[in-house]
Antibody, heavy 120, light 109 residues
Framework: EVQLVESGGGLVQPGGSLRLSCVVS????????MRWVRQAPGKGLMWVSH????????SYADPVKGRFTISRDNAKNTLYLQMNSLRAEDTAVYYC?????????????WGQGTLVTVSS | EIVLTQPPDTLSLSPGERVTLSCKASQSVSSSYLAWYQQKAGQAPRLLIYGASTRATGIPDRFSGGGSGTDFTLTISRLEPEDFAVYYCQHYGGSTGITFGQGTRLDIK
C-alpha cells in the first residue's frame, strides 16, 4: 500500500519558521519527483514547489520563492519543506504528492495534508 | 503564465444526470499535461484523468476527459451520489510548476 504521511504543521507566529516532512512508503521514493501543494481554508489548490528525483533541481511558486526550501532524503524516503518568514497568507493545508512523469506530470498519490496556521 | 478558468463555480444537479465540466486555458496548452482531480471535503485531491483523456487507475468509466488547445472537458455520464465534490483541472508547465483552475463544485439539487 502506498502511503504519504505529512507532519510538522501547527500554529506559528508571523515571521516564524516550520519544517514539514512527508514520509513515503510503498513506492520507490528515489524514482519519483515530488511536489508540495497547499490549500488555504475554503480556497482552491495552489502549487508550492517541486523537486526532482535526486534533489538537484527545484522550483518554487512566486509567493514562496526565497522563503521556502524543498529538499529530500532518499535514504529516509522523506520529503521536506522548510518554511521561513511565514506570513498569514501561508495559512493552509499542505499536501505532498508524487509526480508521475508518465502521467503528464500529474500527481497520482497524495498525503492527507498537514495544517499550518500563521497567526499571532 | 497560463491561467485556467473553470466556469461556473458551482453546478447543482441530481443523481443520474450527465454533466460536462469546462476548463479553459488562457493560451493553448499541450493535452499531454492536462489533468483533472476530484476533491471531497476534508480529503486530499484524487487524480481522475491525465493526458486530457486517460483515466487514472481505478477510476470508473463514467468519467471521461476530452478537449485540446484551450478548451478541455470532464464528463460524468451518470452522476452517482459519491460524485458530488469539487473538480479541478491542472496544467503542468515545466519549471514554472503546475497551475490549477479555481475549481467547480458539484452540488446535489
Amino acid at each position: 500500500e502506498v502511503q504519504l504521511v505529512e507532519s510538522g504543521g501547527g500554529l506559528v507566529q508571523p515571521g516564524g519558521s516550520l519544517r514539514l516532512s512527508c514520509v513515503v512508503s510503498g513506492i520507490t521514493f528515489s524514482s519519483h519527483g515530488m511536489r508540495w501543494v497547499r490549500q488555504a481554508p475554503g480556497k482552491g489548490l495552489m502549487w508550492v514547489s517541486h523537486i526532482n528525483t535526486d534533489g538537484s533541481s527545484t522550483s518554487y511558486a512566486d509567493p514562496v520563492k526565497g522563503r521556502f526550501t524543498i529538499s529530500r532524503d532518499n535514504a529516509k524516503n522523506t520529503l521536506y519543506l522548510q518554511m521561513n518568514s511565514l506570513r498569514a497568507e501561508d495559512t493552509a493545508v499542505y499536501y505532498c504528492a508524487r509526480i508521475r512523469g508518465t502521467y503528464g506530470f500529474s500527481s497520482d498519490y497524495w498525503g492527507q495534508g498537514t495544517l499550518v496556521t500563521v497567526s499571532s | 503564465e497560463i491561467v485556467l478558468t473553470q466556469p461556473p463555480d458551482t453546478l447543482s444537479l441530481s443523481p443520474g444526470e450527465r454533466v460536462t465540466l469546462s476548463c479553459k486555458a488562457s493560451q493553448s496548452v499541450s493535452s499531454s499535461y492536462l489533468a483533472w482531480y476530484q476533491q471531497k471535503a476534508g480529503q486530499a485531491p484524487r487524480l481522475l484523468i491525465y493526458g486530457a483523456s486517460t483515466r487514472a487507475t481505478g477510476i470508473p468509466d463514467r468519467f471521461s476527459g476530452g478537449g485540446s488547445g484551450t478548451d478541455f472537458t470532464l464528463t460524468i455520464s451518470r452522476l452517482e451520489p459519491e460524485d458530488f465534490a469539487v473538480y479541478y483541472c491542472q496544467h503542468y508547465g515545466g519549471s514554472t510548476g503546475i497551475t490549477f483552475g479555481q475549481g467547480t463544485r458539484l452540488d446535489i439539487k
